[in-house]
């Protein structure tokens, strides 16, 4: 069988979260989650960039609205973070299209609105 990409570096983001979401529990807004995101990350010495701008190619122009991921994370993974009830086919087109953007592979979308922790691993 073969190793899953990034593995290592996606355990280590799924703990996080559960650490997170055992903490803080669900119902909390978005950027409450962000916030203790960063607070982990910082201290588990992750590398990662928060709110991520990249601009949109159309034909030969930039297109003027652009896309912000919430993190990327290892220089590699496009984290979404969600607080909702449950995750949507939207919500993993959405990290599609950022992942798209930004010529990444694998994206990450997690949800910490449900009473347990919800995440999905999304490969362009």
Same mark, same amino acid.
């Not at 190793?3 to 650490?19: A, Q």
């Not at 910082?42 to 003027?64: G, M, S």
């Not at 609105?113 to 362009?124: A, F, N, P, T, V």
């Given at each position: /069988?073969?190793?899953?990409? +990034? ?8 703990? =996080?979260? /559960?650490?997170? %979401?055992?903490?803080? $529990?669900? $119902? %909390? ?9 960063? *607070? ?16 949109? &190619? *159309?034909?030969? @122009?930039?297109?003027?609205?652009? *896309? ?17 009830? &449950? ?6 087109? &959405?990290? +599609?299209?950022? =992942?798209?953007c930004s010529k990444n592979?694998?994206? +990450?979308l997690v949800n910490f $609105?449900?009473?347990?922790?919800? *995440?999905?691993?999304? @490969? +362009?």
């Open positions: /069988m073969e190793d899953l990409y +990034l593995k290592e570096e996606i355990y280590k983001i799924v703990g =996080l979260c /559960m650490e997170v %979401h055992k903490i803080l $529990g669900k $119902g %909390h807004s978005e950027v409450v989650y962000k916030d203790a995101l960063e *607070y982990e990350f910082k201290a588990n010495n992750i590398p990662f960039e928060r709110e991520k701008e990249y601009k949109i &190619q *159309y034909k030969d @122009i930039v297109l003027p609205r652009k *896309y912000n991921a919430d993190y990327v994370v290892f220089d590699e993974i496009i984290f979404e973070v969600k607080a909702i009830s &449950q995750l949507t086919i939207s919500d993993t087109k &959405q990290t +599609l299209n950022y =992942l798209a592979r694998l994206g +990450l $609105g449900e009473d347990s922790l919800k *995440y999905k691993r999304i @490969i +362009l």
